[in-house]
């Protein structure tokens, strides 16, 4: 059985890589995307600018995005239709719950920052479909990219307060139209 998760590094020169972070880090943030409805988790919103396929567009990450989905086990994702594309700041000391986005979606989320200590954690957990055992770990890794079915649950560790202030992951979820084969 293959792995719901598939990590692919290097895909992006380093250039291109420091031209997305600049991208980022000029972008407008606003408070609230939530991951969960439950009322006790409502208090911590994160911070995240909505992105449009335009804007993806202009970053120049798509072909980057198609690269690492040619290969893929989720391939028939990236024709289907993208739904949302988050680009989330995290920083030291935020909460952040375990949250699953449904069978239907395949996220392609990709880590942003230019450097990353091992000691500032901010690691991706994934976790079984009880929420009681961490399945797989991906280290922050500077120019990761990382798919993942949308059905699999997974949360951020949060960053130490030792590393940078700000944290930058792009988050886009495709969905699979109800017809089609993946």
């Not at 408070?31 to 409502?42: A, F, N, P, T, V």
């Not at 997974?154 to 886009?172: A, E, K, N, V």
């Amino acid at each position: 059985m293959k792995s719901p998760i598939e990590v692919y590094d290097n895909l992006i020169p380093f250039t291109r890589r420091s031209d997305f972070y600049i991208f980022a880090k000029n972008s407008t943030f606003q408070i609230g995307w939530l991951d969960s409805e439950e009322h006790e988790k409502q208090a911590y919103p994160c911070l995240h600018s909505n992105f449009s396929v335009q804007d993806l567009e202009r970053m120049g990450i798509l072909p980057y995005v198609e690269k690492a989905f040619q290969s893929s086990q989720y391939k028939n994702f990236f024709k289907e239709k993208i739904v949302s594309i988050k680009l989330n700041l995290s920083k030291p000391g935020d909460i952040y719950y375990h949250h699953a986005h449904g069978k239907d979606f395949c996220v392609a989320l990709y880590y942003i920052n230019l450097d990353w200590k091992t000691e500032w954690a901010g690691e991706t957990l994934f976790w079984d479909k009880l929420y009681k055992k961490i399945i797989f770990t991906s280290p922050y890794v500077p120019g990761r990219m990382v798919l993942f079915g949308g059905g699999v649950p997974h949360s951020i560790r949060p960053q130490t307060f030792l590393g940078p202030s700000f944290r930058f992951t792009l988050s886009i979820f495709f969905q699979r139209n109800a017809d089609a084969k993946a």
